[in-house]
């Protein structure tokens, strides 16, 4: 049976986005990197007010989903974001410290301080750049879907962006829990060749839709297109 239920794909190939399951999809593709924002296995539910309110995550009762995806990209370089409210994904080499600025961070009021920040677990070779400082400032997404928020776990595109930029040159990017597509947008911005995957089709269309426009403001360096046809995602 075939995993894909539904694909979109740039002119160029550069950009593939597919409909299904990671888990069934992932061990079709070989990815040259990974950079993903899986389900922390915490049972959330969010947003109050939002049309997503009270959803219930897929795959988010534990950290099961997580770990048999990232077990199916073996060997790749790995940026993950998790919490430190379950265990950190196998291998983790180093963390990152996403600094969200003071306007985020709800949680338990009543505790003192404002969870104002997010994990980053990274493992892997494939790493390169210069030695910055492990945490990530100044990389803001709006926090209301009435200001333009189009999923209850959006990552700003300049954060993925920052990421992508001490991944080795050459290296295409998977995102197995593709969401709203901010990791394919990333992509297009900074020329790497990407394949993203999402089970709910709502957010699927949404991914194409955002991908699509910044493919229309930003396409991809042949370079990075070339490379991507012959190294990054076969068949």
Not at 100 to 125: C, H, N, Q, T
Request: glycine fraction near 12%; aromatic fraction near 8%.
């Amino acid at each position: 049976m075939n995993p894909i239920r539904d694909e979109w794909q740039s002119d160029d190939g550069s950009v593939r986005l597919i409909l299904g399951d990671c888990l069934e999809v992932l061990p079709t593709l070989k990815p040259g990197a990974v950079v993903t924002d899986p389900p922390y296995g915490i049972r959330h539910s969010s947003s109050h007010g939002a049309s997503w309110q009270d959803t219930v995550i897929a795959g988010d009762t534990d950290t099961s989903t997580r770990d048999a995806a990232l077990a199916c990209v073996n060997g790749c370089p790995v940026a993950c974001f998790g919490t430190w409210k379950t265990p950190p994904i196998v291998g983790v080499r180093g963390v990152l410290i996403w600094d969200k600025g003071p306007a985020f961070g709800m949680g338990d009021l009543s505790f003192p301080w404002k969870p104002s920040w997010e994990l980053i677990y990274v493992r892997g070779a494939g790493w390169a750049g210069t030695r910055d400082e492990g945490v990530l400032r100044g990389h803001i997404v709006v926090s209301w879907e009435s200001a333009g928020r189009v999923h209850p776990h959006q990552k700003p595109v300049s954060l993925i962006e920052a990421i992508y930029e001490k991944l080795a040159d050459g290296l295409g990017v998977c995102d197995p829990f593709m969401g709203s597509g901010s990791a394919g947008v990333a992509a297009v911005r900074v020329g790497r060749g990407f394949v993203g995957i999402e089970i709910d089709r709502h957010h699927w269309e949404t991914s194409v839709a955002r991908v699509r426009a910044e493919l229309e403001r930003f396409p991809l360096f042949e370079q990075s297109v070339a490379s991507l046809r012959q190294l990054e995602f076969p068949g």
